[in-house]
């Protein structure tokens, strides 16, 4: 069993990066006094008084991310497509450096600076998750040996669906909250489905 578990070391490490970026961020939510998530994005939390659990929160996930999706792309994806193959992980990589630099606690001193910062990695965060999480599920419906579950890619489907609604909503927040779980549910079940298999 241990020597199975060895060998997904990257898995492992992608499950409990998300778990504690969900946990984290999903716990400083509900310490922040008066936080509504269909009034306040995501990013608000890292002003409020629970900021230093959502920074710890993206620094871990975003770190812990980028083994996880060479491992899905060397391993679990081998042989299907390698030239969107290889995108898909370089926007995988790119995009966790980003999560991890949102974790980053705003300077007062240079607050205009930082939003601008903050702003750009924010978005590169979202798209990039969508974009490489939408490459990943194309790979995943066209692999021949449907070694991943129809609603993997589905979901990944989906991801992209609601990221059109974030761009388009009045209720920008609440999608926000809506994409970040989704998302985070994808990388969850598809850790878990390479260590459990």
Request: with cysteine.
């Amino acid at each position: 069993m241990f020597d199975k578990l060895k060998n997904k070391m990257e898995c492992i490490f992608g499950f409990i990066g998300v778990i504690i970026a969900g946990g984290l961020v999903i716990t400083a939510a509900f310490l922040t006094p008066g936080y509504n998530p269909i009034e306040y994005t995501v990013s608000s939390l890292g002003l409020g008084i629970a900021k230093s659990l959502f920074s710890i929160g993206f620094v871990i996930g975003g770190s812990l991310g980028i083994p996880f999706y060479i491992y899905l792309e060397k391993n679990a994806l081998k042989g299907i497509n390698e030239i969107i193959r290889r995108i898909a992980t370089g926007i995988s990589i790119f995009t966790c450096v980003c999560i991890a630099l949102v974790g980053i606690i705003p300077d007062e001193t240079y607050i205009e600076l930082f939003i601008l910062f903050h702003g750009f990695v924010m978005v590169v965060a979202f798209f990039g998750s969508v974009a490489y999480i939408a490459l990943f599920s194309f790979l995943m419906f066209q692999d021949p040996k449907s070694y991943f579950h129809k609603y993997h890619p589905y979901l990944g489907f989906l991801i992209v669906a609601v990221l059109i609604g974030l761009c388009i909503s009045l209720l920008q927040p609440l999608v926000e909250w809506i994409l970040t779980v989704l998302i985070m549910v994808w990388i969850f079940l598809t850790a878990l489905h390479l260590i459990l298999n």
